[in-house]
């Protein structure tokens, strides 16, 4: 997904607590930059700023980051001549979305646990595919008279 010109997400939204993968095409990989950073922080005060070496690939630089449970994701780059690109000096900021909990299962393993998200259209998907399952195995049965219940006869 495309969120601003020249950079990536692996995904359609950032949520918070979860790896997201970034993707960057921009100046810094036209102009042939060897090395490329990604200096990334969370919130509108950039709490807990980072940086991080990305890996040059031939589709562009990619980094994978873990995002924290906060309101947005900005970020900005620079090469190893401490050339930077921060749009404009408006730095790239997105919004951070949050888990339900209702959707979510948590994992145990050997090592720590770990949450996945189940989206509803993943559950509804799941409920209509049991319905037709149930429509096409059951009702020509009913509407044939072959359907019997089994009945619990109990000898006393």
Known sequence: MELAKNIFFNTDKLIGNTTVKVSYTGNLFQN???DVFIHYGFGLQWDNVSEKKMEKTELGFQAEIELEDNESLNFCFRDGNNI???????NYIFPIEHIENSLTIVENSNSLPTTRRLRRSYIWSKK???????IITYFPKIISGNYKRKINVTNS
């Open 84 to 90: 930077w690109d921060n749009n404009d000096n408006n």
């Open 32 to 34: 042939n930059s060897e």
């Open 128 to 134: 209509i595919r049991l319905a037709i399952y149930k």
